[in-house]
């Protein structure tokens, strides 16, 4: 992979495809650096740069996820490269895929927050604006169905949402012996997993992820600042386990008089990142959990990862659909030759 600057070095066979680092679910008044950072790619059709070599530039990346983004998946019969641009209603139509540093993922929120954001950015750079001059945009994935994300000023802030397929979570097995694994490796080896743990679920549509729920504390963020997980073995449960964990999803309940309603942080080694710092697929679970166990049914709840850069999110559990909203950050704007 290189980046370059200028286009007149490029020979007439290297084409250089659009690239941004963006910081999804900032924290404070839209700060940079903050959140989970994810690249964002663009192309024409999908099928210009091979799976192989969007993995390549996934791992030398070095983020946590790198988004995809295309007009469609294959070129049309006749050749002809037509860009969808923006509709009356202000709505895009693109494909999107998301790649770890080791593999490509079935749903990745913040790189879909990053997409949205970059989008957005590359319409407004282009009209020379920075009023909203796209509103609305509907993703086509490969695994997860159709995404649709919306962008709407609040204040000075250009807040997204994106609407997800929700994951109920399912209690695990009564008899696995993953409850007491989880507890060894996450919060200690002396422990019992009922010391600290409600329980465990898994998400029956999304390979891989669980929801690790802390029993309640007094001071619950700095409970859960405090987990310090064993990775290396962390990353082993991913293979030896029969429900295959290899994004992990801690939370416990705020307390009643913070302006949160829960927190989280996500641990995922066996995606070659030990700590994502903010999630928003997570939410896809954690939002169907808290709802039911707060009894707020119908109404949106307010949370924070508690990750070293932090996060903050709203969601909203919609019938078969999460909301989950957040303000995002463009870092940095480039070129990549594959």
């Known amino acids: 992979m290189r980046t370059i ?20 679910f900032t924290t404070g008044d839209n700060l940079a650096y903050t959140g989970n950072p994810a690249g964002v790619v663009f192309m024409n059709y999908d099928d210009e740069i091979p799976d192989e070599t969007k993995q390549k530039i996934a791992t030398s990346m070095k983020l946590s996820q ?31 895929r998301w790649y770890s540093p080791t593999h490509e993922c079935n749903l990745c929120g913040h790189a879909t927050v990053g997409s949205v954001k970059s989008l957005l950015k590359y319409y407004q750079d282009k009209t020379n604006t920075n009023d909203l001059v796209v509103e609305n945009i509907e993703f086509k994935s490969k695994f997860s169905g159709n995404l ?47 010391d600290v743990l409600e329980d465990v679920f898994y998400a029956p549509t999304i390979p891989n992820y669980l929801l690790v729920v802390m029993k309640s504390t007094e001071d619950p963020e700095q409970t859960l600042r405090n987990v310090s997980p064993n990775f290396p073995e962390l990353e082993k449960l991913a293979y030896i386990s029969e429900y295959h964990p290899g994004a992990i999803f801690v939370t416990i309940k705020a307390r009643d008089e913070d302006p949160d309603d829960f927190y989280a942080r996500t641990f ?33 709840l307010h949370t924070r990862h508690l990750s070293a ?9 919609d019938g078969d659909r999460v909301l989950i909203s957040g303000t995002a950050r463009v870092v940095i704007k480039g070129e990549i030759i594959p």
Do not use: M
């Open 5 to 24: 600057i200028e286009n007149q070095f490029l020979k007439k066979s290297e084409k250089p495809f659009p690239t941004f680092v963006v910081d999804a």
């Open 66 to 96: 790198t988004a995809f983004v295309a007009w469609d998946w294959t070129k049309p019969e006749d050749g002809a490269c037509r860009e969808p641009g923006v509709d009356d209603r202000k709505t895009l139509k693109r494909t999107i």
């Open 148 to 194: 649709f994300a919306s962008i709407e000023k609040q204040d000075d802030a250009e807040v997204i949402t994106i609407d997800l397929p929700v994951n109920l979570p399912k209690s695990i097995d009564p008899d696995s012996t993953l409850r007491q694994q989880i507890t060894e490796t996450i919060f200690g080896a002396s422990l019992q997993w009922n």
């Open 268 to 300: 995922a080694p066996y995606f070659g990142v030990n700590e994502d710092p903010s999630s928003g697929s997570a939410h896809t679970l954690l939002t169907p959990y808290w709802t039911k166990k707060l009894g707020k049914d119908g109404q949106a």
């Open 309 to 317: 850069r932090g996060g903050k999110l709203k969601v909203l559990w």
